[in-house]
Nanobody, 125 residues
Framework: QVQLVESGGGSVQSGGSLRLSCAASGFTYSTYCMGWFRQAPGKEREGVAGINTYGTPMLVDSVQGRFTISRDNAKNTLSLLMTSLKPEDTAMYYC???????????????????WGQGTQVTVSS
């Protein structure tokens, strides 16, 4: 079955960096669109970054220039490099997979069927 396992979360100070990873299994990874979402306490889950099967990324405006999404189809892994972290980046981060997607909907929660359990990122000021 489809499995998505996130890792790399932790606690950092403002301005620090983290790299999140998502190990995917149970499906043909290279043919799936992938995404990172986050949910802070008391807030709705929001799309942070997505990448289609061609490797074309999309980032939400609030992380442009700070976060980079990438995929390694040989290793079935998805990464999110987060730099210049801010306290408002504090959230649970989730990896997601979709068997089909339209690029313009890469940050939409409804695009994705499969979800990981999440990894916590905490940024202190």
């Amino acid at each position: 079955q489809v499995q998505l396992v996130e890792s790399g979360g932790g606690s950092v100070q403002s301005g620090g960096s983290l790299r999140l990873s998502c190990a995917a299994s149970g499906f043909t990874y290279s043919t799936y669109c992938m995404g990172w979402f986050r949910q802070a306490p008391g807030k709705e889950r929001e799309g942070v970054a997505g990448i289609n099967t061609y490797g074309t990324p999309m980032l939400v405006d609030s992380v442009q220039g700070r976060f980079t999404i990438s995929r390694d189809n040989a290793k079935n892994t998805l990464s999110l490099l987060m730099t210049s972290l801010k306290p408002e980046d504090t959230a649970m981060y989730y990896c997601a997979a979709a068997s089909a997607c339209q690029w313009r909907f890469l940050l939409h929660e409804n695009t994705f069927r499969y979800w990981g359990q999440g990894t916590q990122v905490t940024v202190s000021s």
